[in-house]
């Protein structure tokens, strides 16, 4: 008898174990799971953040549960499909589409103007990265713009002119010049997730949308990538790149600001979005370096065409399934709207300039805006190209076909060969896609 | 008369009873297993059939699947380039990792084998790497040791010897990553070391009488005696080798240009990044049916060169 009811009470503690544990809610507290990516420093001031929001807001508690950026998307949409999503959802913004392609996961923020001031925001840059179908997705943590980074206290130690905005064609005779001449230094360093950017942004000159939204088709032609290519081939063999390879092998968690050129001054100029500006500021040796900011190349003749990105440097989101819809708004209005907040949200926690009415002049009247954020979505917006399109962000396209591109070019392969079979591919791909559609 | 049916009465309880102590234990015995039994249920037999079905179906998990035939297995051989080239690098992956494994498994084994002072240590010692050897840390950590201003770099150059592209090179980051398999050992090296244990020794001694070198001794009665456990241990490996994702996602992320775009890192991110999970079950299915194929063939060969000792 006894093992009897010991083999019972062993089966159904196993069964139990399987039943998924529920979070309870403890003494009417209302709890806010919250997510987002950017490291211990990021971690340190949301946390310093929540605990000012409970503190304000009794029976309110937010838990933060910082991930890494890699497989986010992944998690995110395990969390969706378990129902066991985040309240509030930090989203890279470009993913919007594609997340939304496989369902209706977001408040509607348009939904709860009482609870939620989204007029603080630039309208057009609100509506162009978060609404969608018109609904209001999400909102802009802050605003960040793709530029040229330059070591301007190296550049003038190396005859770097830097008197007027670069097209590719000036970088290639300054670095083919200042790598003769030193041949320890490169005017540019690129990983591959920067080669493909350069790529990318280069063959934009040519057109606005890189894929016809409606029609699946190419915009550019494949001579457009050949010459592209060939341009970085002529880049990597005259020394104006430093060898992806050496640059690949030196890059942490997909960053390339831990270079030792970078690092040591002999690297004039990245590629770089915002939120890695202050990273490569303070990763060189010597502090007294001066860091500008500069235009990001454009292919010559193109000028009109615009060469800059511009997009928010991290979204936030509700999930429509969260239990406390209303106060995951009010605490996302307070996060991004309220002077207090921006203690919180200012140096890493940002990533780009502050984006609501409130924010800026707070920040500007105590001078805790990064002069670079500042000066990068400034510039930017004088050379802005138009927001990329959902299928041109796609990521089979992008961050797989386009992407091994610059680097079978790199790795020897011809520039025409590779043109062409990239193209083929990403014709293959966009016919696929359609039919999915 | 009434002895007899007394008789017949006791033999018919004593029979319910036994049925009923029969019954009782059967029901015992399934309570016993019920936790593999609901584990293979639910955990094994219901996602092997429902990948199988999703196989045949446009599904991205937060929609309902779509029939779509063959067609997710038609795209794969014909417009998915990607899908070929992750094929290939896993091929040569595992033709990396499996042979050399199992050689540094067995000599290792035949090391431990040996009655050297301090021996228990040391087969502890080698069976560390397989107790981290998987874990995302050390994934980590190969990446620094292997980087480009990492350890390996540093000692290089300390002894004025030029940087060696360890995990940006197309041709040689594949086998830093094998290494890391490698490192992998004990689990095959224990089962090794078991093997050798149970080799007679007298077969040993014969052989010294008649003189044969040692070399004759490791392939004459060595390798035939252990060889079924190195055909469980080529087996095993090669699936666990088709099957490795984390060092190569972690440590490269399938680069560079793809050439350590091993194929389990292919089906992941058509699954949880491009979120097309029918079309990973598809290709799911075709690693399923390519390293069954496999196995059969090693299963087939084995004939010729695995002995048992009921053999004649």
Known sequence: MKRKVLCLLLAVAMLIGLIPIAAVAEGGTITLRMSWWGGETVNQRYYAAFEAYEASHPGIVIEGEPQDMDGYLERMMSGFVSGTAWDIITVDAPTYPQILAQGDFFVDLNDYPELFDSTTFNQDFLKNFCEYDGKLQGFPISAGACML????????????????????????????????????????????????????????????????????????????????????????????????????????????????????????????????????????????????????????????????????????????????????????????????????????????????????????????????????????????????????????????????????????????????????????????????? | MREGRKRSVITVIRKVSIRRGSEDRQWLGLVFILPWLLGILFLQAYPLISSLLYSFCDYSILASPKFVGFKNFSNMFTLDSLFQTSLKVTLKYVAITLPSRLIVSLLLAMLMNRPLKGIGFFRAVYYIPSLLGGSVAISIIWRFVFGGNGTINNILNSMGLASVQWLSSPTITIWIIGLLNIWQFGASMLIFLAALKNVPKDYYEAADIEGATGIRKFFSITLPQISSVILFNIVMEMIRSFQDFSAPFIITSGGPMNSTYVYSMKIYKDAFANFKMGYACAESWVLFLIIGLFTLIIFGTSRFWVFYSDQQ
Request: hydrophobic share 40%; glycine share 6%; charged share 25%.
């Open chain 1, 149 to 437: 980074v330059v070591n301007a206290t190296a550049a003038g130690k190396y005859g770097v002119d830097l008197s007027e905005e670069f097209t590719w064609d000036m970088i290639y005779d300054a670095g083919v010049k200042l790598n003769a001449e030193y041949p320890e230094a490169y005017i540019m360093t690129l990983n591959a997730d920067e080669l493909n950017m350069m790529v990318r942004q280069s063959l934009k000159c040519y057109v606005d949308q890189l894929f016809d939204q409606e029609t699946y088709e190419i915009n550019f032609t494949v001579e457009q990538l050949t010459t592209t290519l060939e341009f970085v081939k002529k880049c990597y063999d005259d020394g104006v790149f430093e060898p992806l390879d050496e640059a690949a092998s030196q890059t942490m968690d997909g960053n390339i600001i831990n270079t030792k050129l970078w690092m040591e001054s002999r690297d004039i100029m990245q590629l770089c979005w915002s939120g890695g500006m202050e990273y490569l500021r303070y990763f060189i040796e010597d502090d007294d370096v001066n860091v500008q900011i500069m235009q990001f190349p454009i292919v010559a003749g193109y000028e009109e065409n615009g060469s800059c990105e511009i997009r928010p440097d991290k979204c936030m989101s509700i999930n429509k399934n969260s239990e406390h819809i209303e106060e995951a708004i009010e605490f996302c209005n307070w996060f991004i709207n309220s002077t207090e907040a921006v203690d919180y949200l200012q140096g890493d926690s940002l990533g780009g300039a502050f984006v609501t009415t409130a924010t800026i002049e707070y920040a500007a009247e105590n001078g805790i805006s990064s002069d670079l954020w500042s000066q990068a979505y400034e510039e930017a917006l004088g050379r802005q190209l138009p927001r990329t399109n959902d299928i041109s962000n796609n990521t089979e396209l992008i961050d797989v076909i386009l992407r091994s591109a610059g680097e079978r070019v790199f790795y020897g392969q011809q520039p025409a060969d590779v043109a062409a079979a990239v193209y083929q591919e990403l014709l293959n791909k966009l016919a696929e896609l359609k039919m999915d559609r």
